[in-house]
């Protein structure tokens, strides 16, 4: 049984925007802190943008200011909404329910998506 499902990946040109929505099942959600990860051909899996149970965010700073999550806890859904999208953005992104968020550090929770491609043409 899938918990989380990514949706809303594709190609854009340089400049434009996209939105992704991640569902995740109640008891993942709820009180949980939700986040956003991508993955490039060759490259580590990385952190874009993480929001608490609260509303609290986080951003790469190669992503501040263009990207934007959100939740919305009454549908079980965190979105990024991601503008003046870069080629260097292309990557699978992978939505990620229940992470640890201290003072100090984010690390991935154990419920993981599929992914949804994004691919931005120059």
């Known amino acids: 049984v899938q918990v989380v499902v990514e949706s809303g990946g594709g190609l854009v040109q340089a400049g434009g925007s996209l939105r992704l929505s991640c569902a995740a099942s109640g008891s993942i959600f709820r009180n949980n802190a939700m986040g956003w990860y991508r993955q490039a051909p060759g490259k580590q899996r990385r952190l874009v943008a993480a929001?608490?149970?609260?509303?609290?965010?986080n951003y790469e700073d190669s992503v501040k200011g263009r990207f934007t999550i959100s939740r919305d806890n009454a549908k079980s859904t965190v979105y990024l909404q991601m503008n003046s999208l870069k080629p260097e953005d292309t990557a699978v992104y992978y939505c990620?329910?229940?992470?640890?968020?201290?003072?100090?550090?984010?690390?991935?929770?154990?419920?993981w998506g599929q992914g949804t491609q994004v691919t931005v043409s120059s």
């Open positions: 929001i608490s149970s609260g509303g609290v965010t």
């Open positions: 990620n329910a229940n992470l640890y968020w201290s003072s100090s550090t984010i690390r991935p929770g154990n419920y």
